[in-house]
């Protein structure tokens, strides 16, 4: 059974850093794309930044400069670097796994539960 968890959030003030990491499990063969979105109170999830099996990045606007995903395809793990957080940075911050691989089964995406990054003034 494949799993997708994420560590690592917490609460900072304003100007701090927090790193994200998420870690995917299970009987895998294979993990595509994978990336971290987050949802802030009242708004529609969105795009923070995502990374390919070959380490190509894309950011969305807001975070980059600040943000730094990384990646390792041998332990299926990735993290967020996170600097210079903003009040508007507070979210939850979800990890996601695109194309995951299961013997026997044809892949699919899956989307941890989530972790809360809170941003004070």
């Known amino acids: 059974q494949v799993q997708v968890l994420e560590s690592g959030g917490g609460a900072v003030q304003a100007g701090g850093s927090l790193r994200l990491s998420c870690a995917v499990s299970g009987n895998i063969a294979s993990v595509g794309t994978m990336g971290w979105y987050r949802q802030a109170p009242g708004k529609p999830r969105s795009l923070a930044a995502f990374?390919?099996?070959?380490?190509?990045?894309t950011y969305a606007d807001s975070v980059k400069g600040r943000f730094t995903i990384s990646r390792d395809n041998a332990r299926n793990t990735i993290s967020l670097q996170m600097n210079a957080l903003q009040p508007e940075d507070t979210a939850i911050y979800y990890c996601?796994?695109?194309?995951?691989?299961?013997?026997?089964?044809?892949?699919?995406?899956?989307w941890g539960k989530g972790t809360l990054v809170t941003v004070s003034s």
């Open positions: 990374i390919t099996r070959y380490d190509t990045t």
């Open positions: 996601k796994a695109d194309s995951v691989g299961e013997p026997g089964f044809l892949p699919k995406d899956f």
